[in-house]
């Protein structure tokens, strides 16, 4: 899987105060998403040898015909900053994905879970404006291969972890064509969401062509 975001330092753990628990964190952000999209209308797990078990919920279709599909796993530990000699085992950032998607695509959640998943087994931060490569279809069909890695907060709310930890954010994933992620790699991520914008793209149809880049 190719990516754009820095990987992790020494995996030392100094120490300091414990934070919450995995058990914690994970029944808080599923309290998040379920308070945010109501109950879930499915759920499956994927297991990835070294690492732990990512779930994937999938929220509706709502009255618009939108659905969710959000992680719940990866951020049960913080992804340790690339510029630290050492991780710190409470203290990062920690971060969980949302994909929407008009009509729902379920097979979509394999995708979702190797991109959670890469903290652990890759050693990445996944952080707004990077982006995420699979190397094939995001589903079976789709003319997406990649995601970028949106702000987080307009669609979850960050949710606060008793101290020391630090926030869980909920970053938004965008899929991108192929020839959409090689302009946001030489243009930037801003510049390819202006193209999106200009051209009023519609990020949640599954089978939307390449906004023009000329």
């Known amino acids: 899987m190719a990516h754009d975001f820095p990987h992790f330092g020494d995996f030392s753990q100094p120490d300091g105060p414990a934070g919450p628990t995995r058990q914690t964190v994970l029944t808080l952000i599923e309290a998040r998403l379920t308070s945010t999209f109501g109950e879930p209308t ?5 297991t990835f040898v070294g690492a732990d078990r990512i779930e994937v919920l999938r929220f509706g279709p709502d009255a618009d015909g939108l659905v969710r599909y959000a992680t719940l796993g990866m951020a049960a530990a913080p992804m340790a900053d690339p510029t630290s000699a050492v991780a710190d085992p409470v203290r990062g950032p920690r971060a969980e994905l949302v994909l929407t998607v008009r009509g729902g695509r379920d097979e979509a959640h394999k995708a979702l879970a190797v991109f959670a998943a890469s903290p652990q087994v890759e050693g990445l931060v996944v952080a707004p404006g990077g982006s995420l490569d699979l ?3 995001l589903w079976t069909g789709a003319p997406f291969t990649s995601v970028l890695a949106a702000e987080p907060g307009g669609l979850v709310a960050d ?4 101290e020391p930890a630090d926030p869980v954010h909920f970053l938004p994933l965008l899929p991108m064509t192929p020839n959409e992620a090689a302009f946001k790699r030489v243009q930037g991520a801003e510049a390819l969401q202006e193209r999106w914008l200009q051209h009023g793209t519609d990020l949640r149809d599954p ?3 390449g906004v023009p880049l000329d």
Not at 42 to 46: E, F, P, S, T
Request: hydrophobic share 35%.
């Open 42 to 46: 499915g759920r499956a797990a994927v």
């Open 135 to 137: 190397g094939s279809p």
């Open 159 to 162: 949710l606060e972890l008793p």
């Open 207 to 209: 089978g939307r062509r």
